[in-house]
Structures are given as C-alpha cells and as structure tokens.
C-alpha cells in the first residue's frame, strides 16, 4: 500500500519550498485576522460561548489540511453551520449550557464518524455530477451572500435577522438613512486601499493591510470624536487554549442525534467538497472527493476531543485564502497554529478592530468570487448550462445555499440524462458528387 494513502500531505509536501513558504505564510497571518472576529460571531450564531468559534478553527483547520485534498480549503466554524446546528440543538437544550456545549461537541464527533464512512466507501466520486455551471452559480451565489450578510456592519446599522440574502438588502434599503457615516468611512477606506492594493501593489497582502488601515482609520474616528462615533468592534474573548473535551458516548446521545447528524453531515460534506473544486478549478489542482471527506470527518471528530463544534470549508476564509497567495496546505495549516498561538495573548485585545473594517475585507472577498470570465463563456456556450448557472444563482439567494448547491447538481443531472436517452444521429454517407466517394453528413 502506497503510504501516500494513509497520509495524503505527503503528496504535497515535496513542492513545499521557500517561495511556497513565504506566500503561505502570508496567507495564513491574514486568514488569522479575519478568523479572530468571524469565531466569536458564529459561536454566537450557534448559541455556545463566543470562545468556542475560535476553537473550531483551531484544531479542525489543521487536520482538514493534512488529511484532506484541497490545497487551499480551510475549514472551521460557518455561518450556515452554526445556524443549522443551533437549529437542531437548541430544541434539546438552552443555548449557551453545559449541556447545550456537550450536545454539540457529541453531534459534531458523530458528524465525523458518517463524513469518514462516506469517504471509506468511496462516494467521494459523487462530487464529479457538480458541474462547472453548477459551481459558477454557486459561487456568484454565496460572494451574494457575503456581501448580504456584512452590510449591517458597512452601514453601522441594526437589521432584523433574515432568512435569505434579498430580505436583508431589502431591509439595508430601507435602513439607508440610519447609516452610521462613521462606519461607512471606516468600511470605505477599507474596500478602497484594498481595490489599490491589489491594483498596483499586488505582491503585498492586499486585504491584510486594508484591514489594518480601517483598523487605524476607527481608532482615529475614535480619538477626534469620542464617545460619538457608535462604531461596532469584536467583542473580547477569554485568553485560553481550547480545553480537552469528551463526546457522550451513550445509545440516548445517539439516538436522539441521529437524524441531526445525517442532516448536518449532507450539508457540510456538500459545502466543503463544493467550496474545494471551485477552488481547484481555479487553480489547476485536481481534487480527490473520497480524500476531503475522510479530512473533514478526521477534523470533526478529533476536533469533537479540543472542545470544537461542527467545522467545515469555509467560503469566507477559502476564498481569502486563495486570494492572499496561498499555495499549499501549509497555509490553512499555518492558520490553525497561529490561532492556537495567538488567542491566549489578543483575545482581550480584539475589542479593538472594528467590524465596518472586517465587511469591507469581506466586501473585496465576495467581489473576487464572482467568475465573470466564466459566466460570459456559459452564457454564449449552452442553455441549459445557462439555465442550471441561473437557478443555482437564485436557490442561493432566494432559498438556502446547501439547496441551491443540491439542486443544481440534480438539474445537471437531469439534463445529462436528457441528452444521454435523446443522442443526436447524423447519417454519414458517400457524397454521390466526389469521386473518391468521401463520407458526408448531407448528400445533397
């Protein structure tokens, strides 16, 4: 047996050298700084303690990297995972309880074991039936999604939670005249040292140092006009490691877990594998379904043991990953590292960068996720590639990102099929009119 197999990062370890080194590097201390503030807010979401995001991003970030496919997938703490999980956990339990966190950390060691099982019995493969226009779509959908989501920190205003990514422009909208003009100034300086970064100065980390110039920016706002400015920050978490933990291993846990872990299993499986061919596609690599899935089970359920919840591949930070230079996993597993390394000493210190700043990084993240080459290549090559682009797009605004992913992959499927059971023939018979009786299509 190949012992590449067993530890697939020695497959990508041989083209680890000092360049790959120095943009991973780079990649991973800004993914770092986008993470500080994104765990506490999905811990949040998720109803656990705001400390246990960051754990999530920790442990799980650097397993994902050396056992799963994707060079540049980082998994940890979602959005939509939170969500989910709150959704499902909180009927069993007051968020925030100690019971509460070890029905979570027991669903997330669960939601590993059947994410590893997948990925034994080799459905990996079912990632191939997620066609190019499928993940088009779904990507320009979620970049929609991340901008849906940051626009109450960009205007420094409150909105009222919404379900879907249109509900929440629509609610921004109407909200327009409360913009707080100090968070616009903050988030604006953000997004317009980033776009000149990149523009002229692309061999810099572009989205760290706008991060870092909005973060200036707010702590002059602050000085000059004090106690007025009504600027948002992250709030400051306790400085410690994760702690050791333990699932509850009893058949009550179990049983009453179940369907839940299916459920969350499905969903995570499907944004991880999908976030890593969209990347992969983008930078040449070739993706191994059946790998990603033992990764993120392997992350989930060591995670589940360092007080973690459900992680997986992240839009946010894959996508800031990829775009800050990253390489190889080296980046994502630098991430993890630093985080470990880091939190006991800034967690205290995170109350100082302000969320306006961290929108307009995401602001640039979501702009650079939208494949306008790709999208103008479909729609002048197929209609029902355009079709299935369209509806994947539009699932994802107007219903939930793991349908619209769902969906268009079996509209994919259905028009394969259509095809395949309707092939078109072409008679080829010799042309009457040459003389050395060449085949041709029409022999009139």
Known sequence: MNIANIFPFLRWSRIVNRQTCRSDLIAAFTGTALMLPQGVAFATIAGLPPQYGLYAGMIPAIIAALFGSSWHLVSGPTTAASVILFSILSTHAVPGTTEYIQLAITLTFMVGMVQIALGFIRLGALVDFVSHSVLVGFTAGAAALIFASQLKHFLGISLPAEAHAYQTVFQAGSHLSQANTYALTVGGLTVFSGILGSRFFPKIPSMLVALTIGTVAALCIENFFTGASNLAYVPSVPASLPPLSMPKFTFESFRTLAPAALALTLFALTEAVSIARSLAIQSGQHLDGNQEFIGQGLSNIIGSFFSSYVATGSF??????????????????????????????VGPYLSYMPMAAIAGVLFLVAWKLVDLHHIKKILRASRNETLVMAITFASAIFVDLEFAILLGVLLSLFFFLLDETRPRINSRVPDLHSESRSFVTDPT
């Open 316 to 345: 946010n930070r894959s996508a800031l990953n990829y775009q800050a230079g990253a390489r190889t996993p080296v980046a994502a597993l630098l991430g993890g590292i630093f985080l470990l390394a880091i939190v006991p000493f």
